[in-house]
């Protein structure tokens, strides 16, 4: 039976509420989930104030889900009731293009089906986010939490854990391999914690030294603040790959001197406007510009057990779902360390 749940919507670009949805009951392949963390991503701001184009109000946003299995269909044969498990950023995809054959659902050439703000194909209505009691997913996009990692500090895991562990992956961040990330926030202090793991040198860019002892504490080899222009000419031609995570469009010529011949800067940041770069800085030293979006469902189990047997989780600080509008006000200031994480009973 399909059961409405507590949630907490925007209703508008400007405010979040408590609201009630309905969630559809799990058919043969779903796995009905009782989530009791959800984490805070940008994305949810820029969605919720519909700076990505069109948002359908009321929304519930939230993709970086944890919770335990309190019902299965009856194909279900990944997961029982009481497993600890995840949700990212999609809920489906076509399975069967070339890029879902290949792991890469994310990168799906029908669009992948966004955990938000996205059609779902099984029932027609508009996705709905973690900021909410219950989430009804099919088997397929459903992540195992491993043991080691508390629920809590498993969710940004689901989106920022994957979106800076996919790039360093692709682009072989190891031993000798010098990594630079872009923002100290969600996304950037799960790059270095995942970079130093899989045995990289690590750089953050942050505006300023605020959080500078920080970044060292959990692993940088070194943090410089981009408000001093000397940064630059000193780090120039320094790094293998840059991972720029900033939320605002940067310029991006200063990196790209930054990188030896041949290195990449990924960007994986979304901001609003677009990027502008002059032809030479690429030309250079035939560095590369590329993006990359999360990661497959397989890449993230990887991550995910990665993280379990490492014990990598991220900084965080649990708020009740009554500071969400005040959370986002923080997080456009920098001013958490490093995500804020919604305790779903305050519901
Ligand atoms: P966040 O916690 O707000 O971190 C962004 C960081 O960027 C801030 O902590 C800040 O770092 C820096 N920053 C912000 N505004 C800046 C500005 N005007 N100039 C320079 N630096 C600035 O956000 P997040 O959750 O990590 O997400 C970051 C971005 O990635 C968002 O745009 C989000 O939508 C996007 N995203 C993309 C994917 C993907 O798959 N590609 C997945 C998730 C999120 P400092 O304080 O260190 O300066
Ligand atoms: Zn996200
Ligand atoms: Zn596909």
Redesign the pocket.
């Known amino acids: 039976m399909s059961k409405e749940v507590k949630a907490w919507g925007a209703t508008s670009p400007e405010k979040t509420e408590p609201i009630t949805i309905t969630r559809r009951a799990p058919d043969d392949q779903d796995v009905g989930i009782d989530i009791k963390f959800s984490g805070i991503?940008?994305?949810d701001i820029?969605t919720v104030r519909s700076e990505w184009g069109k948002t359908t109000y009321p929304l519930v946003v939230g993709h970086e889900i944890a919770g335990i299995v309190s019902a299965v269909g009856k194909n279900v044969t990944k997961f029982k009731i009481g497993d600890h498990v995840g949700v990212g950023?999609m809920v489906n995809s076509c399975r069967q293009c070339e890029n879902c054959r290949d792991g890469e659902e994310q990168y799906c050439f029908s669009g992948a089906v966004l955990t938000y703000n996205s059609k779902d194909p099984k029932d027609g209505t508009i996705t709905q986010g973690g900021y909410s009691q219950h989430v009804v997913v099919d088997q397929a996009f459903v992540l195992k939490v491993p043991e080691s990692i508390p629920l809590d500090k498993a969710a940004p895991l689901m989106?920022?854990g994957i979106?800076l562990y996919s790039p360093l992956n692709h682009w072989k961040a190891g031993p000798g391999k010098r990594v630079g990330i872009?923002?100290?926030?969600?996304?950037?202090h799960m790059g270095v914690k995942l970079a130093k793991a899989l045995g990289s040198e690590v750089t953050?860019f942050?505006?300023?030294n605020s959080?500078k002892e920080l970044g060292l504490r959990l692993g940088a080899d070194d943090y410089v603040a981009?408000s001093d222009p000397d940064v630059f000419s000193k780090l120039s031609r320094k790094f293998d790959l840059i991972i720029n995570?900033?939320?605002?469009s940067?310029p991006l010529e200063l990196y790209l001197s930054c990188l030896r011949r041949d290195g990449s800067l990924v960007q994986?940041?979304?901001?609003e406007k677009p990027l502008l770069i002059s032809p030479f800085s690429l030309d250079a030293q035939r560095v590369g510009l590329h993006?990359?979006?999360?990661g497959g469902i397989a890449e993230t189990q990887k991550m995910l057990d990665l993280c379990g047997e490492k014990l990598i989780f991220p900084e965080i600080e649990i708020i009740p779902a009554s500071y969400i509008d005040e959370a986002y006000e923080r997080?456009?200031r920098?001013q958490?360390k490093?995500?804020f994480v919604i305790d779903i009973s305050t519901m």
């Open positions: 991503c940008h994305s820029h950023c989106c920022a979106t872009i923002g100290f926030g969600g996304l950037g953050v942050s505006q300023t959080k981009t995570t900033v939320s605002a940067i994986v940041g979304a901001p993006g990359s979006m999360i997080v456009l920098s958490v490093f995500r």
